[in-house]
């Protein structure tokens, strides 16, 4: 591994992915997103294999839509990457062309996004949590009342 890379994250990978397929099928609600995914070749056209349906977890595909989404401000280029890269089916080359940047680069900014990506989902989780509690607590308060 390079000295002070990062590396791709599996579990995030496997969500941009399903994110890909959630997209390329609409259930993004028409957010201007391309209808092809990284996935969408002759085999994998329109969310399936040899048409047999894949399945998506559209719960988890909009919380990663947020996610990525939240990218846009102070992280445009990561945005862009992942948009080449899941929803255009560009690939490293040709995303590194149209971004004008190595394809070393790209393959970086992958990585960073499935970190950014990973510490939103965690601060979200997070802040569910906290929420949790709180609700907790103050039902404790309103009971004693």
């Not at 977890?57 to 909009?62: C, P, S």
């Not at 510490?119 to 949590?129: G, I, N, S």
Request: hydrophobic share 45%.
């Amino acid at each position: 591994m390079r000295r002070g890379s990062m590396a791709r994250l599996k579990h995030i990978q496997r969500r941009l992915e399903n994110w890909a397929i959630w997209s390329s099928r609409g259930a993004s609600g028409g957010r201007g997103f391309a209808t092809r995914s990284v996935l969408a070749s002759e085999v994998w056209s329109r969310g399936s294999y040899n048409h047999v349906a894949i399945p998506v977890e559209d719960e988890e595909a909009a919380l990663t839509d947020e996610a990525v989404r939240a990218l846009k401000l102070g992280k445009g280029h990561l945005f862009l990457t992942l948009e080449c890269i899941y929803l255009k089916d560009l690939g490293i080359s040709a995303t590194a062309q149209r971004m004008q940047r190595a394809p070393s680069t790209i393959k970086a900014q992958l990585e960073q996004a499935d970190h950014a990506i990973a510490a939103w989902l965690e601060a979200r989780a997070e802040e569910l949590e906290r929420r949790r509690i709180a609700g907790r607590v103050s039902d404790a308060k309103a009971k004693a009342l």
